[in-house]
């Protein structure tokens, strides 16, 4: 796979990652790179995401950022599901007139058609869902897919979610559990909640006990007449779904989220019941234990959710899925004449987003465990809320939401020039 000739990449899944994963590639002359989706057609589950300085560093670096527009999330509310009081109040710093474009909330189709916009012709191919993969010493990977054809790649990216199909092959041991975390989503028009009292406004979150509802806009008002506003009901305790089943983006009918918000503020209520019969859609959250390598065979990689099962834990996943998109890329440029290609790049990989995502786990593990000892100390709800609150706002976080991945890898170009030295 080294010197001249074409080295074949097989990317499995067409989402932010993958798409951002086959820009990439593609600018590499020596890869020959296909995209393998298994919808019949591009296709994004979901309502809305978020994009920080970290989303315009990777999409400035894929080409894709003047395309992506949302709702600015320069006023974010923390209240109480249950009375709306305001518990905190968040300028966003980089929604300031110096940087012009700031913290938003996007469709996620939008997203999805600036990646897709950059993509070469002929890259993806459409009706491919991968049942397996095999591995062979020496010859790359063998991919079967459910309409029984076969290729054999000499790296493939696993860019296939938090269900990956990839990473259940190259880790058969690596288990997911359901979290008990339901998120029921939805896109409406702004003008439909409009009347309701401190729902459109700003950016909120409403939180309860057994769940919360995250409130956004998603458009910019001065590209589209009519702009549409997210509103995602998450609940903390639904009951037990066995195995690894997939509930992601089915419909949910109006009764059943109402269920979920009927002691909550009137006003989410009346947001909720604003919502048109069979528009809501239900996303059951499953994550599984921190992976000890995020590579394997010296020829696989995973990347975005596949790599970190998380379930959405920093808002940030799909700017994760492209970072290490872009990253792959740097690493296969800079082995390209080594005389194990494949190997030499994902080991680079391994050391750059490997530790970060580890980085990551420990974030999660010690902030669970402050609130665990809060909560040990006090039955007080008001309390036991605001501490919920400022945990979730005032961690260090940077690392995540401001990180320069061009930085990062130049960065790590220079340590190794001084172990070379």
């Known amino acids: 796979m080294g010197g001249k000739e074409m080295t074949s990449v097989a ?15 593609s600018q590499l002359p020596f890869l020959r790179v296909t995209l393998y989706e298994k919808n019949p057609e ?24 003047d395309m992506v527009k949302g709702g600015s999330k320069s006023n974010t509310h923390q209240r109480s599901a249950y009375t709306g009081k305001v518990l905190s109040i968040t300028q966003n710093p980089e929604n300031s007139a110096e940087h012009h474009r700031g913290a938003i909330r996007a469709r996620r189709t939008r997203l999805q058609s600036a990646l897709l916009a950059k993509v070469p012709d002929g890259v993806i191919q459409y009706s491919k ?25 000499d790296i493939v990216v696993g860019a296939d979610g938090i269900h990956s ?9 690596h288990q997911l559990s359901f979290t008990g975390n339901t998120a029921f989503r939805v896109l409406v028009p702004r003008s439909h909640l409009s009347h309701i009292p401190d729902i459109t406004p700003t950016t909120s979150w409403w939180w309860g006990e057994a769940g919360h509802v995250y409130l956004s806009d998603v ?5 589209t007449e009519n702009p ?20 992601w983006g089915i419909p949910a009918t109006n009764a059943k989220v109402a269920s979920r918000v009927k002691t909550f503020d009137q006003r989410i209520r009346d947001a909720v019941s604003m919502v048109a019969e069979g528009e809501w859609r239900e996303f059951a ?25 998380l379930s959405g834990a920093f808002g ?25 290609l494949a190997r030499d790049a994902l080991k680079i990989f391994e050391s750059i987003r490997s530790p970060y995502y580890n980085k990551m786990y420990q974030h999660l593990d010690e902030s669970k465990s402050r609130t665990q000892k809060f909560q040990a100390k006090t039955e007080d709800f008001d309390a036991i809320l605001q501490y919920k609150v400022d945990s979730f706002l005032y961690g260090d976080k940077d690392f995540i939401y401001k990180n320069d991945i061009k930085k990062v890898w130049e960065e790590f170009c220079v340590t190794e020039q001084t172990k070379e030295e």
């Open 228 to 247: 549409l506003f997210e509103i995602t009901v998450r609940s903390y305790r639904e009951p037990e779904i066995p195995g690894e089943t997939v509930y």
């Open 129 to 153: 869902k991968l049942v397996s993969l095999e591995d062979l010493p020496g010859h790359g990977v063998r991919l079967l897919f459910q309409d029984q054809t076969d290729v054999v790649a």
């Open 165 to 173: 199909i990839v990473r259940r092959h190259l880790f058969p041991d």
């Open 11 to 25: 990317i499995i899944g067409g989402g932010p990652g993958g798409l951002g994963t086959a820009i990439a590639l």
């Open 42 to 65: 591009p296709r994004e589950a979901g309502a809305g995401l978020s994009l920080s300085s970290n989303a315009w560093k990777v999409l400035d670096l894929l080409g894709a950022s």
């Open 219 to 223: 458009d910019d008002e001065t590209e």
């Open 285 to 309: 959250t499953f994550a599984g234990p921190r992976l000890e390598k995020i590579t394997g065979w010296d020829k696989v990689v995973l990347i975005g959710d596949a790599s970190h099962p």
């Open 316 to 340: 940030s996943g799909a700017t994760f899925a492209m970072e290490d998109g872009w990253i792959l890329a740097r690493a296969l440029e800079r082995t390209r004449f080594t005389s194990h």
